[in-house]
């Protein structure tokens, strides 16, 4: 089944303590992104990648970090999460970047609280 | 940036009506997508249309884009309760960046 995977997929941390976020697709996409979905600011994009290696930030990078390593995987990294970090945040991908985005598929999300 | 800015934020319809959302966009567009999220779910694609396209139809969903207002709306007629599900457009431009908005939660109430 086409997918795109996050785990974990609810996570309660403490301010400070280095964590992971993985994600995983088996499309063999070659676009992948991060967002975070905050009420009343609706998602708002983190980092994308175009292709193994290729990463750039999006709207909000600030507090974290990705790597693309290979195609399948984008794991985000938080090296210090801090309370406003606290969120609900989405994996994405699709087929190819380029001509205005294109379709996404969406993981079914991570819901991370930092206390 | 925030693009694509959805119009209701909320609507309540009943069950069989036809629901209408809207979305405004700032700058050009190459593409304009729907999607549709359950409640603390992921987002699913519903529909794509394309800068040079002015109507789209899949279902009971109708698209359509106006490039000289710089808006789009989508129209599902019909509406049933499990239609209940926040609606986002996303803007796609050149930047291979998909731009979302806020999103309209609509409730059809059986």
């Known amino acids: 089944e086409a997918q795109v995977t996050q785990n974990p997929r609810y996570l309660i941390t403490v301010t400070g303590k280095k964590l992971t976020v993985t994600c995983s697709q088996n499309m063999n996409h070659e676009y992948m992104s991060w967002y975070r979905q905050d009420p009343g600011l609706g998602l708002r994009q983190i980092y994308y990648?175009?292709?193994?290696?290729?990463?750039d930030k999006g709207d909000v990078p600030e507090g974290y970090k990705v790597s693309r390593k290979e195609k399948r995987n984008f794991p985000l990294i938080l090296e210090s999460p801090s309370p406003n970090q606290t969120s609900l945040y989405f994996c994405?991908?699709?087929?190819?970047?380029?001509?205005?985005?294109?379709?996404?598929?969406f993981g079914p999300g991570t819901r991370l609280t930092v206390l | 940036s925030q693009q694509g800015e959805e119009d209701p934020q909320a609507l309540s319809i009943q069950e069989g009506e036809n629901a209408t959302m809207n979305c405004s966009y700032k700058t050009s567009i190459n593409n304009l997508q729907w999607y549709r999220q359950n409640s603390g779910r992921g987002l699913v694609h519903l529909i794509l249309?394309?800068?040079?396209?002015r109507e789209k139809h899949s279902g009971r969903l109708r698209v359509t884009l106006d490039t000289s207002k710089k808006s789009s709306s989508l129209l599902i007629t019909a509406s049933r309760a499990a239609d209940t599900a926040s609606y986002f457009c996303?803007?796609?431009?050149?930047?291979?960046?998909?731009?979302f908005g806020k999103g309209t939660k609509l409730s059809v109430i059986p």
């Open positions: 996303a803007k796609g431009a050149g930047s291979y960046q998909l731009t």
């Open positions: 994405a991908s699709s087929f190819r970047p380029g001509r205005g985005a294109d379709t996404q598929y």
């Open positions: 990648s175009m292709n193994v290696e290729v990463t």
């Open positions: 249309i394309r800068s040079n396209e």
